[in-house]
């Protein structure tokens, strides 16, 4: 698939660099993601941008865990990360944690000390909040804030070895409490957590804040574009400043990009946690959740979402992506590569008379129409069948392309059959159809042969069962977040489950697997099938359903 390419100013950035032999002509970008949650579509466009530019500028990208706060991150998180980046097809130059370099933070921290930089601050969390200031008003200075370097280095020495309890003290760079950038308002640098970290061990009491970790991080990695999102743009004259003034080889540059945000859904990671924590979604992979574990449960796969980023392209403009047009990229890339199956998702029995009760015939039909690679696959015709019960009606209107009592409709890659007989239940509702095939039209019509377009079947004796899980979107409003109480647009309908569905054999496979079925939409294979029932999640609709 030819994707047309968008825009993408930081590449312009990369080229120039480039051209100017700027970090001489090396390209080292890094995605850094903190352990406290899955993955979701918002890092997905990062992940493609940080290893989309070091693949084609024959550079390396750095997969390093931020993991600075030992209470929200663990285990199974990272884990969860490095299955994503692996998934949509990336595979990072060297693997890092912060929390590697946690001794290393620390002697640059000693320097800042020496340097007059940075001070021990022994005021509560509360009286630090409050003396910052405000947008519109400067901010208080501590009245630790003229501590000598030698009394905040006894202090400092004691925070790490532990003697203070958690909130006792602070260690704080020395700035500007005045700067009209709250970021530079002698930001806190340490705080002290009693706490073991998932993977540094029980050795730490005090874990460094993110904006020092990070900045220094990428120096010491030697990263030559750090790529955040805008989120961050206020905050890049801070980590320059820990740059300019500590000792250090190198000075990584920050470039910041909009974040990508699609319509009814929420790219926020706290309320995604939020949503599994509650019991509002099933779990961190639930397919109605845009994380990537829940987006590979759905059966999206991972060219599309390589194909959607490159498409919205990279820009400082903020917007919000349409569902609509998230879902056509899907279809797009669907289309040319799901095998075809028939499925019958609310069936109604078709008895042929014409036919033995024990006939069994195998037609070959082709995996996809248009894709001769897939190949073939054999498929069962009994003389009974399951029809969708949508596929016949009493009394149909005019211009009616199915099947009627009395009318003709063709088999998908069989026969044309016509309905002879009406069979009722005692609640009045169509159980059976009387029909007789025309044998001669296997495959054709012959001359002067009329039937009501085209339906898809299933073989009853053949028919396996299915459960079949359809999605809609997982809130009521565009824009969730924007609502005083955003669980309140929550869609209750946004999960509908079909038992009692009927599809062909060689819709078994393996987990994971994606077909369109014929006339109804795109299905995935779920892990919650069995030998009994096979469950299949709804990966995105024939048509955009979207759009009202």
Not at 123 to 128: H, K, N, P, V
Not at 396 to 409: D, I, N, Q, T
């Amino acid at each position: 698939m030819n994707t047309p390419k968008a825009a993408n100013f930081i590449k312009n950035i990369i080229e120039q660099d480039l051209e100017q032999n700027k970090n001489q002509g090396k390209i080292h970008t890094r995605f850094p993601p903190e352990p406290n949650g899955y993955l979701h579509l918002g890092h997905v466009k990062s992940i493609c941008l940080n290893f989309g530019m070091a693949e084609e500028f024959n550079g390396k990208c750095n997969l390093r865990f931020d993991d600075t706060n030992p209470e929200k991150e663990n285990e199974e998180y990272m884990r969860a990360i490095k299955e994503d980046v692996q998934w949509l097809g990336f595979e990072w130059e060297s693997l890092h944690h912060a929390s590697d370099y946690f001794q290393t933070l620390i002697d640059y921290a000693y320097q800042l000390i020496d340097k007059g930089l940075a001070y021990v601050d022994s005021q509560s969390a509360e009286d630090i909040r409050l003396n910052r200031g405000t947008l519109t008003q400067a901010g208080q200075n501590s009245p630790y804030r003229n501590r000598s370097p030698e009394e905040n280095r006894d202090l400092f020495t004691r925070m790490i070895a532990g003697e203070f309890a958690d909130g006792t003290h602070v260690l704080r760079a020395k700035i500007d409490m005045s700067s009209p950038n709250i970021n530079l308002r002698d930001p806190t640098l340490y705080r002290i957590r009693h706490k073991a970290h998932f993977h540094a061990g029980e050795h730490w009491k005090v874990y460094p804040m993110y904006d020092y970790t990070h900045c220094l991080s990428d120096m010491l990695e030697g990263i030559t574009h750090s790529l955040c999102t805008l989120e961050f743009e206020n905050h890049r004259p801070l980590y320059d400043w820990f740059l300019n003034v500590l000792d250090t080889p190198c000075h990584p540059q920050q470039i910041e990009f909009a974040p990508l945000n699609l319509e009814y859904t929420v790219l926020s990671k706290r309320r995604l946690i939020q949503l599994v924590n509650e019991g509002h979604v099933n779990g961190w992979d639930d397919p109605r959740l845009p994380t990537i574990a829940g987006m590979r449960r759905r059966g999206i796969p991972p060219s599309a979402l390589r194909n959607f980023c490159q498409k919205i392209g990279i820009s400082k403009a903020d917007g919000t992506i349409e569902m609509s047009y998230f879902e056509n990229v899907l279809r797009d890339e669907l289309n040319q590569h799901a095998p075809r199956r028939m499925a019958v998702l609310n069936p109604i029995k078709v008895t042929l008379r014409t036919l033995e009760e024990n006939h069994e015939q195998w037609l070959e039909l082709p995996n996809h129409p248009q894709n001769d690679s897939l190949g073939n696959r054999q498929v069962p015709f009994s003389n009974t069948l399951y029809i969708e019960a949508d596929d016949y009606s009493d009394n149909p209107p005019k211009k009616w392309k199915r099947l009627a009592k009395g009318e003709s409709v063709r088999l998908r890659g069989a026969y044309v059959i016509t309905c002879e007989e009406v069979r009722y239940d005692e609640q009045g509702n169509v159980c059976e159809l009387i029909c007789r095939h025309d044998p001669e039209t296997l495959g054709k019509n012959p001359q002067g042969y009329k039937a009501n377009g085209v339906i898809h079947w299933v073989s009853a004796p053949h028919a396996l069962n299915a459960q079949i899980r359809h999605y809609d979107r997982l809130f009521k409003e565009p824009n969730p977040l924007a609502a005083d109480h955003f669980l309140d647009t929550l869609n209750p309908n946004s999960l509908t489950i079909i038992e009692g569905a009927k599809v062909e054999p060689a819709c078994q496979g393996e987990v994971g697997n994606v077909y369109q079925f014929e006339r109804q939409g795109y299905y995935a294979i779920d892990p919650d099938s069995n030998s009994d029932t096979l469950v299949f999640n709804q990966t995105v609709s024939l048509r955009d359903s979207w759009q009202n």
